[in-house]
C-alpha cells in the first residue's frame, strides 16, 4: 500500500530560482511528499538522472516532472496514489500516450490511438492539446506515454532507465518500451490528472539521431499495436 511519492525534479535553474515552483508542488500534492530537486547545470541526459534516482529511492512512487508544468488540480499526488493502490497490474502512469508505437517512433502520429489532454503555452497564449476526450475510468492501457509526466511504482517494474539513452530525447520511449516489453506491469494514461506546459514540442536535430537510435535498439519489437 503506497501513501507517499517522491517527487524527482530536474532543472537547469538553481533551488532558489524555482523554489516557488518546489514550494507549489509540495502544497498542491495532497499526500506525504518528499521533493528531489537536481541542479543540472551540465546537461547530463535524463535517464542517467533518472536512474540514478532510482537507486537512490527504492520500493516506492516516484513522479518525474518537468521543470515547466503546472499541476491544475489540488490533491493529484493522493489520486495518483489511489490509482497505484487500485491498479496493482499498472507500474507507469502518464497524462498523454499511445496504444501504438510504429518504427516511424513519433508516438503521437495516430490520433486513433492516442490517450490524454495537456494544455499548452507559447507566446503568452494557452491552448489544449486533445490526444482524446475525457473518460471517467482512471486508466488506460498504453506501450508509451510523454515524460512530462512520469510516475512509477518501483517495485512493479521489469526495467529501469537505459542509462546508454543520452541526452533529453527519448528516454521516455526507451522505458516505456522496456517495460512494456518485459511484461512485469502495465502502462497508463490517466485524464484525472491535468496540467499545463508552458513548452511545446520541437523535434530538433538532437531528436532525430535519438529516433535513430531507438529505430536501431527496437527495430525487431514494432510495431506495438494494443487493440482500442
Not at 6 to 14: D, E, F, G, K
Not at 83 to 95: A, L, R, S
Not at 147 to 168: C, E, P, Y
Not at 206 to 212: D, I, K, N, P
Request: hydrophobic content about 35%; aromatic content about 12%; overall charge negative.
Amino acid at each position: 500500500m503506497f501513501n507517499k511519492i517522491n517527487i524527482v525534479v530536474a532543472s537547469t535553474h538553481s533551488i532558489n530560482e524555482m523554489q516557488g515552483y518546489v514550494d507549489t508542488l509540495q502544497n498542491t500534492c495532497g499526500c506525504e511528499n518528499e521533493i528531489y530537486f537536481i541542479e543540472n547545470k551540465e546537461g547530463v541526459g535524463l535517464s542517467q538522472l533518472y536512474e540514478d534516482m532510482t537507486m537512490k529511492i527504492n520500493d516506492s512512487v516516484i513522479v518525474f516532472i518537468h521543470d515547466d508544468i503546472v499541476i491544475l488540480n489540488k490533491g493529484w499526488g493522493k489520486e495518483l496514489l489511489r490509482m497505484f493502490n487500485e491498479h496493482k497490474d499498472y507500474g507507469i502512469i502518464g497524462v498523454a500516450g499511445t496504444k501504438k508505437f510504429t518504427d516511424s517512433c513519433v508516438w503521437w502520429e495516430d490520433n486513433k490511438y492516442c490517450y490524454g489532454q495537456v494544455l499548452h503555452e507559447k507566446d503568452g497564449k494557452q491552448f489544449l492539446t486533445c490526444f482524446s476526450d475525457l473518460y471517467n475510468h482512471d486508466l488506460e492501457e498504453v506501450c508509451v506515454i510523454d515524460g512530462v509526466f512520469m510516475a512509477i511504482a518501483q517495485n512493479r517494474l521489469g526495467a529501469g532507465f537505459d542509462k546508454n539513452v543520452s541526452g533529453f530525447h527519448f528516454y521516455d520511449i526507451n522505458f516505456c518500451l522496456d517495460n512494456y516489453l518485459s511484461e512485469k506491469c502495465k502502462i497508463g494514461v490517466t485524464t484525472k490528472i491535468r496540467l499545463l506546459h508552458k513548452s511545446v514540442g520541437n523535434p530538433n536535430q538532437s531528436w532525430m539521431m535519438a529516433r535513430e537510435v531507438a529505430k536501431n535498439k527496437y527495430k525487431n519489437k514494432l510495431p506495438i499495436i494494443i487493440k482500442p
